[in-house]
Structure formats: structure tokens, C-alpha cells
């Protein structure tokens, strides 16, 4: 995939997104925040990834966990930092 992107922040998380993509990623979940605009905008130009907003981490999390239980995949989760992350944990 090409990059034209001026912001180094964007363009590493654009590699790193397209890189999960080669790997097999077809789906991430999102809880947005203002931390991880850089990683939201990665996914949502990938055309290969399918992306889902949640408000709420707890929610995002567990509609992971039943996309992959249902899809034999895995489901990626997007959040702000801080204890965002401990929402996750079902």
C-alpha cells in the first residue's frame, strides 16, 4: 500500500496496521479517544479492515471476543491510554 503521509505518527501506525493486515487482521474494534487518533485513522483508510466504534471499552471488548468466537479470527482493540485499557479485561 502507498503512503502519503506527512506526519511521522501517522505513517508508522499506518505500517504497523498494514503489517497486521498481511498477517491476517480483518477486523478491529474501536473505543476512540484522543491518544489513539494516529492508530483510528490507520484503520479506517486500511480498505481491507472492517472497523467498529464502541463509546464504551467493556462493550468493545466483549463484541471483540464474539466476532472472533463467531469468525474463527481474531479481532483487534483500539483505545485511549491510561486505564481504558483495564475495560478490556471481560
Known sequence: MTHDI???N????QTFIDE???CGLQAVCIAPGSRSTPLV?????????K?????????AAFFA?????ATGRPA????????????FHP
Open 41 to 49: 485513522m490507520a484503520c479506517v483508510r486500511n480498505p481491507y479492515l
Open 10 to 13: 501517522l505513517l508508522w501506525t
Open 51 to 59: 472497523v467498529y466504534s464502541h463509546i464504551d471499552e467493556r462493550s
Open 20 to 22: 497486521l493486515v498481511r
Open 76 to 87: 483487534a482493540l483500539i483505545c485511549s491510554s491510561g486505564t481504558a485499557t483495564a475495560n
Open 65 to 69: 471476543l464474539g466476532l472472533a468466537q
Open 6 to 8: 506527512s506526519n511521522r
